[in-house]
């Protein structure tokens, strides 16, 4: 189920030199998204283990602009024993605007690790079926 992650007001900081937002800004966005979303079902409740990413398979659908605003959704789409996959669709909508559009979508891929040793964890049949609820 895709949940809202974040709402966020874009800044003259997050602007390139040609006018719109950057690419790697959205990305760090998409990026902290998945993340969030990993965090708030899994890892919160789990202090022993971290997550990282590993890849990422990105599209940037349409420019978004400053002083406009992106909401970010989040929705786990795969989990195996050695990957968490995060769907993530980022929408932007102008500052005096009302109409949504996607800017940008792409899944996100996460290890988790042992947070003390930071080896890779492999996640048992337990650990895959609470992060799918």
Sequence with gaps: MKKLVWKIHLTASDVNAGGTVSGGRLFDMADVSAYTMINETFTSMRPELSVVTNGANVKFIAPAFAYGFIESYAEIVEVTPAKINVLITMNYRQNKGL???????????????????????????????????
């Design 99 to 133: 109409d949504w559009y996607k800017c940008f979508e792409g899944i996100f891929s996460f290890t988790c690790l042992n947070a003390d040793t930071r080896k890779v964890y492999k996640m048992t049949k337990e650990d895959m079926n609470e992060i799918q609820g």
